[in-house]
């Protein structure tokens, strides 16, 4: 099984960075995806998550209107869309596959925003 991200970097406030979470070893279509994040010194919260079909979203409030979720379920593969990023955006960003009661973490993207 593997989870692995990209698309983190260094970004000015205002900016947007896309992620990807490429998954393999397992059947991708039947997990919930979701994206964590961690900031230095502070618990991993809850991002984004989408359903295994991709009917269903739902997000942190922090990031309500700027981020979006999706996926591509032929292309085992993730999204994270981060428009209008602040600084508090700032973390190491990890996803996470879910299906009864077993999950999967990707070892994580750092996303800094700063100017």
């Known amino acids: 099984v593997q989870l692995v991200e990209s698309g983190g970097g260094l970004v000015q406030p205002g900016g947007s960075l896309r992620l990807s979470c490429a998954a393999s070893g397992f059947t991708f279509s039947s997990y919930v995806m979701s994206w964590y994040r961690q900031a230095p010194g502070k618990e991993r919260d809850l991002v984004a998550r989408?359903?295994?079909?991709?009917?269903?979203?739902n997000y942190a409030d922090s990031v309500k209107g700027r981020f979006t979720i999706s996926r591509d379920n032929p292309k085992n593969t993730v999204y994270l869309q981060m428009d209008s990023l602040k600084p508090e955006d700032t973390a190491v960003y990890y996803c996470n596959a879910l299906r009864r009661g077993r999950a999967y973490w990707g070892q994580g993207t750092q996303v800094t925003v700063s100017s």
């Open positions: 989408i359903t295994s079909a991709g009917g269903s979203t």
